[in-house]
T-cell receptor, first 111, second 115 residues
C-alpha cells in the first residue's frame, strides 16, 4: 500500500539552531511533495512544496530536499525560533490530487 | 493567499444526533474538496473526495451513510456526521483544491466531541 512515514516522532532543538525533519515515502508514482506545519487545534499550514523534477527548493528560512532514489524527503529550518514549535507533516500526491500524510514530527524549540 | 473557511470550529453534541460541518472556499472556486479526520497526536487520514455536482468518493473503511458529503456549489462542501457516537469524536479538516494540479488549501478544522 501507499505510505508516507517519518523517521523521528519528536525533535527538540535550541533556539537559533537549524532543524532537519525527515520523511520517507513508498509510492514511487508520487510526483508532488509538501510540508505542512500544524499548531495545536488548527488546520495544516502550507510551508513549502516540491515536484519530482526538482531535488531542492528554498523558501524563507526553509529548504526542502528530495531524494527520489531512496524516496526520502527532508525539511530544513534555519535559525529555528520558538514560533516554529509545532507538528510537521510531509505529504505526497500524484495525478489524483489526493494527499497522503506522514505520521508527523513534533518540533520543540527550547529557548 | 487563498482562504478556506470551516465552520463550526468546535461542536459538542449528544450521542445519536447529527452534526453538519461546512467548508467554504472564500476567494476561489473549488471543484474538488477533501475531508480528513485526525485523532489526537495522529496524522490526517483522508476520508473522502468531494466533487462538485457529483457523488463523493469515499476511502476504504469510511461509511458513506454515516459521513454524508454534499458539494452543491463550487464554493461549499458539507460533511454531516449522522447519528454521532463518542467514537466519532475527532478533529475534522477540509481542504479545497484551487484549479487543477494546484495547491490544496486547508480549513482551520472542526473539533467534534460526542457525549
Amino acid at each position: 500500500g501507499e505510505s508516507v512515514g517519518l523517521h523521528l516522532p519528536t525533535l527538540s532543538v535550541q533556539e537559533g539552531d537549524n532543524s532537519i525533519i525527515n520523511c520517507a515515502y513508498s509510492n514511487s508514482a508520487s510526483d508532488y511533495f509538501i510540508w505542512y506545519k500544524q499548531e495545536s487545534g488548527k488546520g495544516p499550514q502550507f510551508i513549502i512544496d516540491i515536484r519530482s523534477n526538482m531535488d531542492k527548493r528554498q523558501g524563507q528560512r526553509v529548504t526542502v530536499l528530495l531524494n527520489k532514489t531512496v524516496k526520502h524527503l527532508s525539511l530544513q529550518i534555519a535559525a529555528t525560533q520558538p514560533g516554529d514549535s509545532a507538528v510537521y507533516f510531509c505529504a505526497s500526491g500524484g495525478a489524483t490530487n489526493k494527499l497522503i500524510f506522514g505520521t508527523g514530527t513534533l518540533l520543540a524549540v527550547q529557548p | 493567499g487563498a482562504v478556506v473557511s470551516q465552520h463550526p470550529s468546535w461542536v459538542i453534541c449528544k450521542s445519536g444526533t447529527s452534526v453538519k460541518i461546512e467548508c467554504r472556499s472564500l476567494d476561489f472556486q473549488a471543484t474538488t474538496m477533501f475531508w480528513y479526520r485526525q485523532f489526537p497526536k495522529q496524522s490526517l487520514m483522508l476520508m473522502a473526495t468531494s466533487n462538485e455536482g457529483s457523488k463523493a468518493t469515499y476511502e476504504q473503511g469510511v461509511e458513506k451513510d454515516k459521513f454524508l458529503i454534499n458539494h452543491a456549489s463550487l464554493t461549499l462542501s458539507t460533511l454531516t456526521v449522522t447519528s454521532a457516537h463518542p467514537e466519532d469524536s475527532s478533529f475534522y479538516i477540509c481542504s479545497a483544491l484551487r484549479g487543477r494540479n494546484e495547491k490544496l488549501f486547508f480549513g482551520s478544522g472542526t473539533q467534534l466531541s460526542v457525549l
